[in-house]
């Protein structure tokens, strides 16, 4: 009996044993079991869009499917885990089409400012490149910008500046010849220019300064009037602004009048061989209404019946009765005053 006694308490024992080991182990597996298939809840940004999703699922990407966010190929996601409640960031990959310097450029994207993506890929915004957007703008998927290279500089450029044809009739050549008395070349303009550049392309010019630095030489045809050629003849071939002498000398002038004119020489009455301006009289000294025409003025007078030339004279004496419209050419005989008389003329004044 006591034998049956001693063993029972001996299993008792040992049950009690057991009990204290086990227990502690059961309590600890249980511990664990509700901690990893607890529920957790996640907020889930999407863009603007924000999700709030709680589940037993600890995988990112099968909470993101589970809660019904689809990724693309080239989407991905960034996660940070809190007390109780973790977040995930759904980062889209955004194609943004980028035309540097005229080239297109694709490039890939998953949010940031301009400035940073065109850092990232090496594309200069400083200096002589103009951006088309700020470059605090946010990467968007679509995204078109522009970057050109804009270059303003002053240029300088010659450009002709074509001569004329003058055509000049001349009574000594026969009717309907024509002779090229002067030939024409052309003049130089010099200008300068604010030029834009954009791409290397010109796309403006702002010309700001001009300079002749040679002008054009008139092209003089002579067109022969008289049906008989008189070689003796000393009439001018005369044009639009332009005179061909007897001797080939070329003058050009600005505008022609009618005047009247009469004759003197040096041993008139009240006349001697210095003119009013000093100077000795000769041929091609006259005497003017110096309120009409002034000192030093050089012109070419003919009559206007075309049978005189006076010539190339220039206004340097004046006389009591030389008022307004009339001239005093001067002869040097009191004979030549007589023959010329008084005339109506034309004074073409030169230039």
Same mark, same amino acid.
């Given at each position: 009996m006591q034998a049956i006694t001693a063993f029972v308490r001996k299993r008792k024992s040992l049950l009690v044993r057991a009990m204290t080991i086990v227990l502690p182990l059961v309590i600890l597996v249980t511990l664990l079991t509700t901690t990893v298939f607890a529920q957790k809840t996640y907020v889930i940004t999407d863009g603007d869009q924000v999700k709030v999703y709680?589940?037993?699922? &600890?995988? !990112?990407? /099968?909470?993101?499917?589970?809660? %019904?966010? #689809?990724?693309?190929? =080239?989407?991905?996601?960034?996660?940070?885990?809190?007390?109780?409640?973790?977040?995930?960031?759904?980062?889209?990959?955004?194609?943004?089409?980028?035309?540097?310097?005229?080239?297109?450029?694709?490039?890939?994207?998953?949010?940031?400012?301009?400035?940073?993506?065109?850092?990232?890929?090496?594309?200069?915004?400083?200096?002589?490149?103009?951006? &088309?957007? !700020?470059? /605090?703008?946010?990467?968007?998927? %679509?995204? #078109?910008?522009?970057? =050109?290279?804009?270059?303003?500089m002053e240029q300088t450029h010659t450009v002709d500046i074509p001569y004329e044809t003058v055509e000049c009739l001349d009574p000594t050549l026969p009717e309907g010849t024509k002779q090229v008395k002067v030939q024409g070349v052309n003049g130089q303009l010099l200008k300068t220019a604010n030029v834009t550049y954009v791409n290397s392309e010109q796309t403006a010019s702002t010309v700001i300064d001009e300079k002749v630095v040679q002008q054009p030489v008139n092209e003089v045809v002579l067109v022969g009037t008289g049906t008989e050629v008189d070689e003796t003849s000393n009439a001018p071939a005369i044009g639009n602004g332009v005179i061909v002498t007897a001797d080939g000398e070329v003058l050009t002038y600005s505008r022609k009048e009618k005047f009247r004119a009469t004759a003197y020489t040096h041993t008139d009455a009240g006349c001697d061989m210095i003119t009013a301006t000093g100077t000795t009289v000769r041929v091609g000294a006259i005497a003017?209404?110096?309120?009409?025409?002034?000192?030093?003025?050089?012109?070419?007078?003919?009559?206007?019946?075309?049978?005189?030339?006076?010539?190339?004279?220039?206004?340097?004496?004046?006389?009591?009765?030389?008022?307004?419209?009339?001239?005093?050419?001067?002869f040097p005989t009191t004979k030549e005053c007589f023959q010329f008389g008084k005339r109506a003329v034309t004074i073409y004044f030169l230039d």
């Open positions: 709680t589940t037993f699922a &600890s995988s !990112p990407a /099968t909470v993101l499917g589970r809660a %019904g966010v #689809e990724l693309g190929a =080239d989407d991905t996601y960034t996660t940070t885990p809190g007390d109780g409640v973790s977040e995930i960031m759904v980062q889209r990959n955004q194609n943004i089409s980028i035309r540097f310097c005229g080239e297109e450029r694709k490039a890939d994207s998953y949010g940031e400012s301009l400035s940073e993506l065109l850092t990232r890929l090496d594309i200069p915004t400083s200096g002589d490149y103009v951006v &088309s957007l !700020p470059l /605090t703008t946010e990467t968007y998927d %679509g995204m #078109e910008v522009t970057v =050109d290279c804009v270059v303003e003017v209404d110096p309120k009409l025409i002034a000192y030093g003025t050089r012109m070419f007078i003919v009559t206007n019946d075309g049978k005189y030339v006076y010539g190339i004279a220039t206004a340097e004496d004046c006389g009591g009765g030389i008022k307004g419209d009339q001239v005093d050419l001067y």
